[in-house]
């Protein structure tokens, strides 16, 4: 135990990360079980010690749960000896690869009221996977990649204001201008598509591809496989699935040869493209967005996030592809994004969208009402022509 308090506060002693994601103002921190789910590298570990640091209290510390002390040691023995200490605040790490953790979490939160706990886990894990029913006691959050516009405030020190759809929609010249007049948005935006997904990139641009690609196959190999108890060959099926789909996307799934090609069966192929999906290393285009069963085939197949396509094939990028790519990911932190009959997003239920090149013709949605271009290339917006640059300020 003295080995863990120690590396607790170590852990706040290096901290020199001054930089905030945007889900730290969104969370309720007084809640008293708060549980954040993302993609490793994401920040959740950051976000986490940050918090701790911010408030200075000696009854807060952090324990990362894939410590080999939890190997053999259950924590709410380890929590029980820490409140005898004066501990209140509980910040754990990597709950996903401890066995016990939703039976220790709601039996931690009922016994011990004047205590809290900062949750955090992979992006597959989720409040209804748990043993235990733990949706009436935990705030659950997702921490997504990062949105470009934080890209420029890690980057550049340029802190802009988060910018609302509807504002952005209906008033595109103005919210453009405001930006491109500090900041070369064009050359940014290109290093955002390669790069600028996950703050783990400042540990070197060069290596960030080969970072990335070996991030991916840990989440698949030691995220999803252990918590779906997945067998080898599933895996190796995942890796193949997802090296046929980096081929050619976005990628307009039939699943019946898909799993011919595969040599597994067609509900295989759904059950894993939905695990991709919840573990963040797809993003499925479906034609609804209400009461979805993996079961239904998705209608567009995309990687989550364009650095995925430059990393998987940095020499033969489909520059449309990264477009929709880019423009799906951001929009699907805070909104719905589903197949349209016309163009290639409908967002919200009320709003088509069509992505493409500064040349693009409107044509496509010509008579549908609420619709724009989301158009690359080009620094301001005007009428219904938006800068696709300018959806990534959306959070």
């Known amino acids: 135990m003295d080995r863990l308090i120690t590396l607790s506060k170590r852990k706040l002693e290096v901290l020199s990360f001054s930089f905030a994601r945007y889900l730290f103002e969104k969370i309720d921190w007084e809640q008293r079980l708060i549980l954040i789910l993302g993609h490793r590298g994401a920040g959740k570990t950051t976000l986490m010690l940050q918090k701790m640091q911010s408030e200075k209290r000696e009854e807060s510390i952090y324990l990362s749960l894939d410590d080999f002390y939890f190997e053999g040691n259950r924590l709410v023995v380890l929590v029980e000896e820490l409140?005898?200490?004066?501990?209140?605040?509980?910040?754990?790490?990597?709950?996903?690869?401890?066995?016990?953790?939703?039976?220790?979490?709601?039996?931690?939160?009922?016994?011990?009221e004047d205590a809290y706990f900062v949750v955090s886990g992979s992006s597959i894990l989720g409040i209804s996977k748990g043993n235990a029913d733990l949706s009436r006691r935990a705030a659950q959050y997702v921490l997504a990649g990062m949105s470009l516009r934080e890209y420029?405030?890690?980057?550049?020190?340029?802190?802009?204001?988060?910018?609302?759809?509807?504002?952005?929609?209906?008033?595109?010249?103005e919210l453009t201008m405001s930006i491109t007049?500090?900041?070369?948005?064009?050359?940014?935006?290109?290093?955002?598509?390669?790069?600028?997904?996950?703050?783990?990139?400042?540990?070197?641009?060069?290596?960030?591809?080969?970072r990335l690609i070996q991030t991916t196959h840990l989440v698949l190999e030691m995220d999803i496989a252990p918590f779906e108890e997945l067998t080898h060959k599933t895996i190796?099926?995942?890796?193949?699935?997802?090296?046929?789909?980096?081929?050619?996307?976005?990628?307009?799934?039939?699943?019946?040869?898909?799993?011919?090609?595969?040599?597994?069966?067609?509900?295989?192929?759904?059950k894993v493209l939905d695990l991709l999906h919840q573990a963040q290393?797809?993003?499925?285009?479906?034609?609804?967005?209400?009461?979805?069963?993996?079961?239904?085939?998705?209608?567009?197949?995309?990687?989550?996030?364009?650095?995925?396509?430059?990393?998987?094939?940095?020499?033969?990028?489909?520059?449309?592809?990264?477009?929709?790519?880019?423009?799906?990911?951001?929009?699907?932190?805070?909104?719905?994004?589903?197949?349209?009959?016309?163009?290639?997003?409908?967002?919200?239920?009320?709003?088509?969208?069509?992505?493409?090149?500064?040349?693009?013709?409107?044509?496509?949605?010509?008579?549908?009402?609420?619709?724009?271009?989301?158009?690359?290339?080009?620094?301001?917006?005007?009428?219904?022509?938006?800068?696709?640059?300018?959806?990534?300020?959306?959070?």
């Open 152 to 173: 420029i405030e890690l980057e550049k020190g340029i802190s802009f204001p988060v910018l609302r759809l509807e504002d952005l929609l209906s008033n595109p010249q």
């Open 83 to 112: 409140y005898q200490l004066g501990y209140r605040r509980f910040f754990l790490d990597e709950v996903h690869r401890y066995e016990h953790w939703s039976v220790d979490l709601k039996t931690l939160f009922d016994q011990y």
């Open 281 to 395: 290393v797809l993003n499925l285009l479906r034609s609804s967005v209400q009461g979805v069963s993996f079961l239904q085939k998705p209608e567009k197949i995309y990687l989550h996030n364009p650095n995925l396509a430059f990393a998987l094939s940095p020499s033969e990028v489909n520059l449309g592809n990264v477009r929709e790519t880019f423009f799906f990911n951001q929009l699907q932190v805070l909104h719905q994004v589903s197949f349209p009959k016309f163009g290639d997003f409908k967002v919200d239920q009320g709003f088509y969208f069509e992505i493409g090149g500064p040349n693009k013709s409107a044509h496509q949605l010509q008579g549908v009402p609420n619709s724009y271009l989301a158009l690359d290339g080009i620094t301001t917006g005007n009428s219904n022509r938006i800068p696709l640059w300018a959806f990534g300020f959306l959070y």
């Open 236 to 270: 190796q099926t995942m890796k193949k699935l997802l090296y046929i789909i980096s081929e050619s996307v976005p990628f307009i799934p039939n699943v019946s040869k898909l799993a011919e090609r595969l040599g597994v069966s067609r509900n295989t192929v759904l």
């Open 181 to 210: 007049d500090q900041v070369d948005i064009l050359y940014v935006f290109r290093d955002y598509l390669i790069f600028g997904y996950y703050p783990f990139y400042k540990q070197g641009k060069e290596l960030y591809p080969e």
